[in-house]
């Protein structure tokens, strides 16, 4: 196998389009088989929950778990403030923008100016 840098220009695009074309299959067949189907209503109860998790994931670990995988008990206040106000700003008005933006916008006052 070769490494990066030893990659033509020709296997840089080769690359380029098959990673274009793995990450298109996967949002496409969904769209397409759907089209002509009616979505269950307990498939669309179970799809409410996949945002919430995935953004609980992603929360938790890069707030609690350092980069060595261990569990941070402190130092990081900062950061869970934030995540405390991105959850209660993402619960009551159950947008996605809104959260991000005042999640970026708490972690950038309360680490980077007051640095909690």
Not at 1 to 18: A, E, G, K, R, T
Not at 67 to 87: C, E, H, P, R
Not at 97 to 112: A, D, E, H, Y
Request: hydrophobic fraction near 60%.
């Amino acid at each position: 196998m070769q490494s990066v840098s030893s990659m033509s220009s020709l296997d840089h695009f080769w690359l380029v389009i098959f990673c274009a074309i793995v990450a298109f299959i996967p949002r496409f067949f969904p769209l397409l088989f759907f089209t002509k189907r009616k979505i269950p209503e307990w498939f669309n109860e179970w799809m409410r929950f996949v945002p919430v998790s995935l953004f609980t994931a992603l929360v938790v670990k890069s707030v609690f778990i350092d980069s060595k995988y261990q569990i941070m008990t402190s130092g990081n206040l900062g950061m869970i403030i934030s995540a405390i106000i991105v959850g209660v700003i993402a619960f009551r008005t159950r947008s996605m923008t809104l959260s991000v933006v005042i999640g970026l916008v708490s972690v950038m006052i309360f680490v980077l100016v007051l640095h909690i």
